[in-house]
């Protein structure tokens, strides 16, 4: 496909112990993730090579820190790379060394010493009744610390449903006037809801920006299509059972057990954008309909009030019934990953990734990183990519048997 | 007389303002403020009962899943409902594994560094500090791995970008230990990064994900469950949760332990500090076995006395506002608890609260009349004063092999070795019920849930309940009213609130206001000391809001970091 690095890139790999194989194949694996033509994959080499640590302020608002949280569970690259390889985070409340003024002289020299070329992530709502008394940072309004930060930075992410469009604090009830940061600084914002992310999505829209020197695309709402593209129902392994009309009646009987589908019993899934079912969360363990419990639409607009009660589906917004919702189309559209089955980077794709191991060791987890973290954040796309697909094929082989609905218990 | 005033305070969950007055090197008195308001107790009225876990939950996202706890035990509580075993079993794993993970994170990324000199670790000896680990653990830990953890961070420091380690108060006088622990604990925090990811998977098998794991539900669990089950619970993820739980327990007695012994070792005066009021309240909670008994007893320790156990009774509880945002001077109980925000404090920039009447978000709790502390050394006391068959050899066998007396668990230091020591207690009953829920599984019993309360037609007009969990924080509790099928109240008490809170109505200051005076600042533009007691309470802010104003008075002379 291409790619032939100069020299100095090739040394520098074997330098750090990876075969120059290897670290091609991830990266033309990230290049597919991110639909892109597979010319690309030199410029995502070369970029997440050559890239210094990215300077990240990370703003806490009207948040429950779930966020940093996730970020805390992120696994392709996991936390200690991201903070220590990828990222300069260098203001972040929750993690930071420092405290009071000194940990805003922190961020304020990063304002100035990276304007346009830092990125600010947003984790909570901003409060805007009363001039903003709800939350205060610093003595000041945290709104005069979005804009100031927002402004000057390269974009935004807006991570989490809060920041999105006050989530939580912006429901039904909410005396604060809380909104979410779009609107409110002027750069680009990127809008990654969810309660809380799902940390592999962050770090992708992070590597996409290290990659191309912008953000991913995004639909109307400033969603990455990669992410939330699809349905949460699309991926869902209770699909089959949907459509054959096997519902779970009650919590714990025997369809339950069986892994039938939530819809009656709340599931939001099938108006639900995001890669929860394809990508899963917590290393791909598992997700909220697989464990038991429905969906609750956390990636949609305003889903506290939208999308409750969340175990009736005569709510506010009451759902089509199931016989009139259209039956996605298994097949991969445009502007998801795209595995061509002739590309010599996908030999990697629907077969357990080589990466690091999940778990470090004593022995080397805290030790430089085995491989570069270019190659890792690329294994993790390369994770995605496989699990996307894998449930895909999965889907089109279980259709052919799904034809007869079976009565329910 | 200086007042000095730190904001925000970092390392913490949520957005805390401290204000102190400090004379001749000591804090002579401290204010609390919490500085952010959201008004989940007014979002969640008029909900359905049955979603009110999913909003609680949101509460906090670090002490994720014990607001859902709480919230389900109160609605539960209100519509009589009992869960099956299974249910109780997965809500303790669940509730193990968050304290687990939870007191890791705090020890190590969280507090570690208000005892740790990051840029110190880089001039370590690599062969002394693999000794030093030889010394005090079996955990692994050989002189190349240490050599290659000093290199990375000595090349993190050159870099100049010193992200979240810049700005520390490296150098400071007040760090005791040398090099080589410091190299030590540094890898400590890096492989407790990766620990914390591997643990809370068990939130993922059981809930779905993490953090806000998504399958409580009133009457038990929603949880797919039986031994060939697809997914959720099954005979492969019992093995996995086996494997965690493990791991778990692994790494909590050959680090933590370990280390915070360490570091209790080398700072022996912080075993005098930061004593605090000595009133400690526990509600109990981890029920298990046939009566299903709390695992730590409920009760109430006064005065550090623990030849005495006193009852709790949720009667006793009520929250003042006098000092609060909020309307309204008396103090109520939680079931007649209004949240009603009125911020009266100074236009912002805010220079200093400490003058003001009202100066905070949290309300101030009180119980019988009285501030108490909450938290782990609250359950460690309470459990010891109760004569706990594990508790107290654990206690004993830990402060005579630092060769202190009892006196010494009230303390700034004694609240991080209780945090410990409860993990390691914890971690081997995490293994119990985790090996129960597999025989369960095995043995097919699979009720999980309750459902003959899931219709709200079956439901009375009206029905009020108290749900309480000991989060990692402390003692929380939730008290919903509900009238026709929708919640009329909802209140939530909890931990950080207790421990944080501003004075109440006749003055008196909350738990970590009290443990502050008698706190030495050497240096008072580098406040680290009052940084090492505030942490020790593990403040969490953002469950801890409903906040206090001040009026005109005097400015602060220094705003600090």
Not at chain 2, 318 to 342: D, I, K, L, N, Q
Not at chain 2, 489 to 494: G, R, T
Request: hydrophobic share 40%; net charge negative; with cysteine.
């Amino acid at each position: 496909m291409g790619v032939d690095p100069d020299a100095g890139l090739a040394s520098s790999l074997v330098a750090r112990g990876i075969s120059r194989r290897r670290f091609l194949a991830y990266c033309g694996s990230v290049t597919a993730t991110l639909a892109l033509p597979a010319r690309y994959a030199t410029r995502v080499a070369l970029a997440l090579q050559d890239a210094p640590r990215l300077a990240v302020v990370w703003l806490n608002g009207q948040d429950c820190a779930g966020n940093t949280e996730a970020l805390l569970r992120g696994a392709r690259p996991t936390v200690s790379q991201v903070i220590l390889d990828l990222l300069s985070l260098d203001y972040h409340e929750v993690l930071m060394a420092a405290a009071g003024a000194d940990a805003e002289r922190a961020r304020d020299e990063t304002v100035t010493r990276f304007a346009k070329r830092y990125v600010a992530v947003v984790e909570g709502s901003v409060p805007l009744a009363q001039g903003g008394i709800h939350c205060l940072v610093g003595g000041r309004p945290f709104v005069d610390v979005v804009r100031e930060v927002g402004d000057s930075a390269a974009f935004t992410i807006a991570v989490g449903s809060c920041a999105f469009d006050g989530g939580l604090p912006g429901a039904a009830g909410g005396p604060t006037g809380a909104v979410g940061v779009s609107g409110l600084v002027r750069g680009p914002v990127v809008n990654l809801p969810g309660c809380p992310v799902n940390p592999e999505n962050l770090t992708a829209t992070i590597v996409h920006y290290l990659t191309f020197g912008e953000p991913p695309a995004t639909d109307a709402q400033g969603r990455p299509l990669f992410a939330y593209g699809d349905t949460v129902h699309e991926h869902c392994e209770s699909l089959p059972h949907y459509r054959a009309r096997r519902f779970v009646r009650e919590w714990g009987d025997q369809g339950h057990r069986a892994g039938w589908c939530l819809y009656n019993m709340g599931c939001r899934g099938p108006s639900t954008p995001g890669n929860c079912s394809a990508i899963r969360f917590n290393e791909g363990t598992s997700w909220p309909v697989a464990a038991g419990h429905g969906c609750v639409g956390c990636t949609t607009p305003r889903f506290w009030d939208a999308m409750s009660p969340f175990y009736t589906r005569g709510g506010p917004r009451p759902l089509e019934p199931p016989e009139a919702l259209p039956v996605p189309d298994p097949r991969p559209r445009p502007a998801a990953p795209q595995i061509p089955a002739e590309s010599p980077t996908t030999t990697t794709a629907g077969a357990p990734v080589p990466g690091p191991p999940a778990v470090a060791s004593p022995d080397d987890g805290g030790g430089g990183p085995a491989v570069p973290i270019a190659a890792v954040v690329a294994g993790g796309a390369v994770a995605i990519t496989a699990a996307v697909i894998r449930r895909r094929r999965q889907l089109e082989a279980e259709d052919v048997r799904d034809t007869e609905p079976e009565e329910t218990p | 007389m200086t007042r000095i005033a730190i904001d925000p305070v970092t390392r913490i969950e949520g957005h805390l303002r401290i204000e102190i007055e400090v004379e001749g090197g000591v804090v002579r008195d401290a204010w609390s403020t919490g500085t952010m308001f959201r008004g989940l107790e007014l979002i969640l009225r008029d909900r359905d009962p049955r979603d009110a876990w999913v909003f609680a939950q949101r509460a906090c996202g670090v002490c994720t899943t014990v607001h859902a706890l709480a919230s389900v035990r109160a609605v539960e509580h209100a519509l009589g409902v009992t869960v099956p075993p299974n249910a109780r079993r997965v809500r303790n794993v669940m509730a193990a594994v968050q304290m687990l993970q939870d007191h890791v994170v705090h020890f190590y990324h969280l507090h570690a560094l208000d005892w740790v000199d990051v840029v110190s670790a880089t001039t370590a000896d690599p062969v002394r500090t693999a000794a030093l680990a030889g010394s005090i653990s079996d955990w692994p830990g050989a002189a190349d791995h240490f050599a290659s953890i000093r290199d990375r961070i000595k090349r993190f420091v050159d870099s100049g970008q010193l992200g979240p380690f810049g700005h520390g108060y490296w150098g400071h006088p007040a760090y005791q230990l040398g090099p080589e622990a410091n190299l030590l604990l540094v890898a400590h925090y890096l492989e407790a990064l990766d620990w914390q990811r591997d643990v809370v998977r068990a939130h993922a098998i059981l809930g779905g994900k993490n953090p806000h794991p998504q399958t409580y539900v009133v009457g038990g669990m929603a949880l797919r469950m039986g031994p060939s089950s697809p997914t959720g619970l099954n005979t492969a993820t019992v093995g996995q949760l086996a494997e965690i739980a493990d791991r778990a327990r692994s790494f909590v007695q050959r680090v933590l332990l370990p280390d915070v012994e360490l570091v209790a070792r080398s700072y022996p005066e912080w075993a005098r500090l930061g004593r605090g009021l000595g009133n400690y309240l526990t509600y109990g909670d981890f029920p298990e076995g046939a009566s299903s008994r709390p695992y730590f007893p409920a009760g109430r320790v006064l005065g550090r006395d623990l030849s005495r156990v006193l009852p709790v009774d949720q009667a006793q509880v009520v929250e003042h506002v006098a000092r609060s945002w909020y309307e309204g001077e008396g103090a109520r109980h939680p079931f007649e608890g209004e949240t009603r925000p009125r911020y009266d404090g100074p236009e912002p920039p805010i220079e200093s609260l400490a003058a003001s009447t009202r100066y905070s978000w949290l309300k101030a709790p009180r119980y019988d009349g009285g501030a108490v502390e909450v938290g782990p050394l609250a359950r460690l006391a309470v459990s010891y004063a109760s004569g706990h068959a594990d508790v107290v050899p654990a206690v004993d066998a830990l402060l005579g092999r630092i060769g202190v007396g009892r006196e010494a668990l009230f303390s700034t230091m004694g609240r991080i070795a209780a945090r410990a020591l409860e993990s390691g207690l914890l971690a081997d009953r995490l293994v119990a019920w985790v090996a129960e829920l597999g025989a369960a599984v095995a043995g097919n019993d699979l009720a999980v849930a309750d459902s003959t309360r899931w219709d709200p037609a079956s439901w009375p007009a009206e029905a009020k309940g108290w749900g309480a969990v000991e989060a990692p924080r402390g003692s929380l509790g939730h008290w919903v009213v509900i009238r026709d099928g929708r919640v009329a109240n909802y209140q939530l008490v909890v931990p950080t609130t207790w421990n944080g809170s501003p004075r109440d109505a006749e003055g008196r200051r909350g738990a970590w206001e009290e443990a502050l005076v008698g706190t030495p600042v050497v240096d008072l533009r580098r406040p680290v000391e009052v940084l090492r007691t505030l942490h020790s309470f593990d403040p969490c802010m953002a469950c801890a809001v409903h906040v206090h104003d001040a009026s005109s008075g005097p400015g602060v002379d220094l705003r600090v970091g």
